[in-house]
């Protein structure tokens, strides 16, 4: 019995740290898409910068050419990073179900133990009950 509810134990601590990875890699999903989000911003304002200043001759249209190029190489490493991440987190989404449906197996298997465990203990004293019962009567029908 002990060494069950030490496996039901250990299986929960699985399960948590297994859901604390899982959170973990959400997050990074979740700061990978406001990078991504962030570069975009960037991309817009320069353009607008660039925009603006195209009237006074300015030497920003010049720079703005490899800054849009570096620019969109780090978001397409972004958006790598984020597909490479999806599947990371679709591993660990099924390793967190298969160690959530392990406790639930060792959880019900410990359950129905104790049930069975229960109805030997009520049969047990039903028939220690049923024993002296029957000892009563025959010392009654001695009499």
Same mark, same amino acid.
């Given at each position: 019995?002990?060494? &069950? #509810?030490? +496996?039901?134990? %250990? @299986?929960?601590?699985?399960? *948590?740290?297994? &859901? #604390?990875? +899982?959170?973990? %890699? @959400?997050?990074?999903?979740? *700061?990978?898409? &406001? #990078?991504?989000?962030?570069?975009?911003?960037?991309?817009?304002?320069?353009?607008?910068?660039?925009?603006?200043?195209?009237?006074?001759?300015?030497?920003?249209?010049?720079?703005?050419?490899?800054?849009?190029?570096?620019?969109?190489?780090?978001?397409?490493?972004?958006?790598?990073?984020?597909?490479?991440?999806?599947?990371?987190?679709?591993?660990?989404?099924?390793?967190?179900?298969?160690?959530?449906?392990?406790?639930?197996?060792?959880?019900?298997?410990?359950?129905?133990?104790?049930?069975?465990?229960?109805?030997?203990?009520?049969?047990?004293?039903?028939?220690?009950?049923?024993?002296?019962?029957?000892?009563?009567?025959?010392?009654?029908?001695?009499?």
């Amino acid at each position: 019995m002990k060494a &069950r #509810k030490t +496996l039901i134990r %250990l @299986q929960k601590w699985q399960v *948590d740290d297994k &859901r #604390k990875h +899982l959170a973990e %890699l @959400q997050n990074l999903r979740e *700061d990978l898409h &406001r #990078k991504i989000q962030a570069v975009d911003e960037t991309i817009a304002r320069e353009q607008r910068i660039v925009g603006a200043s195209l009237d006074s001759a300015n030497e920003l249209g010049f720079s703005y050419g490899p800054f849009v190029q570096t620019a969109i190489w780090q978001k397409n490493n972004l958006q790598h990073s984020l597909d490479s991440l999806s599947g990371q987190i679709s591993a660990a989404e099924a390793e967190l179900m298969e160690a959530y449906a392990a406790l639930k197996r060792q959880e019900t298997a410990a359950a129905n133990q104790d049930h069975r465990n229960r109805i030997a203990r009520e049969r047990r004293a039903q028939l220690q009950s049923d024993d002296q019962s029957i000892e009563n009567h025959l010392r009654k029908l001695r009499q």
